[in-house]
């Protein structure tokens, strides 16, 4: 069964704004992940948030966690054109496998 | 520190032919995983190894997909007979071993296999 969603699918703003994107499961998680692809690349991985902590910070990224409501969120402040991308949300369980969501794809406007 | 890397980066075969895809992880690290994008999808899980040892292939859509790490080392993906609805992208990571879902996967650059 699918676990991540992000919403939205797809989100364009202008250059220097923040950007939003959310992320909602739907099992009991170990861990949850942020990643990136740029177009034709490989899956970077942006911030690790485990099920005991809240919110983490890592440059422009900050993403926070509620278990209560199998959520997450990340936020990229000052957004710049490189930050154009896909952004996945993964969440992992005891048994270790990664599920993904579908992706948000992130268009910065110049 | 080498990240995980992908070869080939991309592979064209014709249908009916047979392709191997190999991963090479990050040193050290015993967990490892194949993920796979089909067009329009989400990634999803294929198969997971510890060390040379299948933790979990769950994943795995059929067994025209045989997935081995002789020597807990690198790791091939080998589809025989490739179908049309093998395209997409292989994605591998690699992970230190330790208590499930605690550490993050760092993922290749992804092997994209068109067949046609």
């Known amino acids: 069964s699918q676990q991540g969603e992000e919403d939205p699918q797809a989100l364009s703003i202008q250059e220097g704004e923040n950007a939003t994107m959310n992320c909602s499961y739907k099992t009991s998680i170990n861990n949850l992940q942020w990643y990136r692809q740029n177009s034709g690349r490989g899956l970077v991985h942006l911030i690790l948030?485990?099920?005991?902590?809240r919110e983490k910070h890592s440059g422009r990224l900050r993403v926070t966690l509620d278990t209560s409501k199998k959520s997450s969120s990340l936020l990229i402040t000052a957004s710049r054109a490189a930050d154009t991308a896909s952004y996945f949300c993964?969440?992992?369980?005891?048994?270790?496998?990664?599920?993904f969501g579908k992706g948000t794809r992130l268009h910065i406007l110049p | 520190e080498a990240g995980v890397t992908q070869f080939p980066s991309h592979s064209v075969i014709e249908k009916g032919q047979t392709v191997t895809l190999r991963c090479d992880p990050i040193s050290g690290h015993d967990n490892l995983y194949w993920y796979r994008r089909v067009m329009g999808k989400e990634i999803k899980f294929l198969l997971h190894?510890?060390?040379?040892?299948?933790?979990?292939e769950s994943g795995m859509p059929n067994n025209r997909f045989l997935a081995e790490r002789t020597g807990g080392t690198y790791s091939t993906l080998k589809v025989q007979p490739a179908e049309l609805e093998d395209s997409g992208v292989y994605f591998c990571?690699?992970?230190?071993?330790?208590?499930?879902?605690?550490?993050?996967?760092?993922f290749g650059p992804g092997t994209r296999l068109t067949v046609t």
């Open positions: 190894f510890v060390k040379e040892s299948k933790q979990d």
């Open positions: 993964a969440t992992a369980a005891r048994d270790d496998k990664i599920i």
């Open positions: 990571a690699s992970s230190h071993g330790g208590l499930a879902g605690y550490y993050e996967q760092y």
């Open positions: 948030i485990r099920s005991n902590e």
